[in-house]
């Protein structure tokens, strides 16, 4: 419904603002002297100071507000663009706009453009769990080497008490498998993933038993550490928390939900590379689904 009246909105705008701009442009005059001109322009300017810097700021923290001030700041420039080159036609400095405007205000407009579009829809890699994956799940010694990272092969030899060949073949298998790679520094960093569900049915034999089985085993671990959890909920001080709510959607909302869902997971996954003093993990997850006709006992 809200989406329904902006885009009405958006379009009643667009159709009255055809008549309004044949109207100037038949009505207004070619020249005309004006108070505050300096004001204006150096308001503007230290206006568009402040958006640079907010927006770095919030950009490089990765937050959700940075996406309209990036937008802002570079309907900012296009707009500095315009006036610099249109008012200044007639002056000796005209060409000094247009230099100005194509090769800076413009270009660095469409990056902030594109850095904005970056923080709302840039997702975690999305692919299925495969029959390798659960191999390696069945296997502690990835889950050890991964939960050591980032570091490098020695400190996590050191750390998990492996041999360094053995730390040397998790790594790469799992590197293969596009689960960690090495930074510039040459140390190993995980590389967060949105590993789907495999489908049972997409396999035959004693494959699709196997995924059944480790399916299975999953969500019987998640029982598991969910019970866990509350059983020792008055221990973990701030670090937990827990929501929970019905509501009635239709298919395409839940799909939407999903996505938001996945796009602010992601956006906190990718906030850093490197730990940071008093950070510690936190096991998120997220379910929804039908509930029963009549409560479980």
């Known amino acids: 419904m809200i989406r329904r009246l902006l885009l009405t909105v958006l379009a009643g705008a667009a159709v009255l603002l055809v008549p309004w701009t044949v109207y100037l442009a038949h009505t207004l005059p070619d020249r005309y002297d004006t108070g505050q001109w300096r004001a204006a322009w150096v308001g503007f300017d230290i206006a568009l100071l402040l958006c640079f810097a907010a927006g770095a700021c919030l950009g490089l923290l990765r937050r959700r507000a ?3 001030l990036l937008s802002a700041t570079a ?14 036609w007639t002056s000796a400095e005209r060409w000094t706009s247009v230099a100005l405007a194509v090769l800076v205000e413009i270009p660095v407009a469409v990056a902030l453009a594109l850095a904005a579009r970056r ?19 069945d296997d502690p010694r990835y889950q050890w080497v991964t939960r050591e990272l980032p570091g490098d092969m020695e400190a996590v030899a050191r750390r998990t008490g ?26 190993w960093i995980a590389i967060p993933q949105d590993l789907r569900e495999p489908e049972p049915d997409d396999y035959d034999g004693a494959d699709r038993e196997r995924v059944a089985a480790f399916l299975d085993a999953k969500y019987a671990n998640e029982v598991a550490l969910l019970s866990w959890a509350a059983a020792h909920r008055d221990e973990f001080g701030p670090w937990a928390t827990a929501q929970r709510t019905s509501t009635r959607l239709t298919e395409d909302e839940f799909r939407e939900l999903d996505a938001e869902y996945r796009e602010l997971i992601a956006r906190y996954c990718r906030r850093r590379r490197r730990p940071v003093t008093g950070e ?18």
């Open 66 to 68: 940075a996406v309209p």
């Open 75 to 88: 309907a900012m420039l296009c707009c500095d663009a315009w006036f610099d080159v249109v008012l200044g």
């Open 119 to 137: 923080l709302l829809s840039d997702p975690l890699p999305r692919r299925s769990v495969t029959l390798r994956d659960i191999e390696m799940r």
């Open 162 to 187: 492996l041999e360094r060949a053995e730390v040397a073949e998790c790594l790469k298998t799992l590197r293969d498998n596009g689960f960690v790679r090495r930074d510039r520094k040459g140390n």
């Open 280 to 297: 510690k993990e936190l096991s998120v997850r997220f379910y929804a689904f039908p509930p029963p006709e009549t409560a479980p006992a």
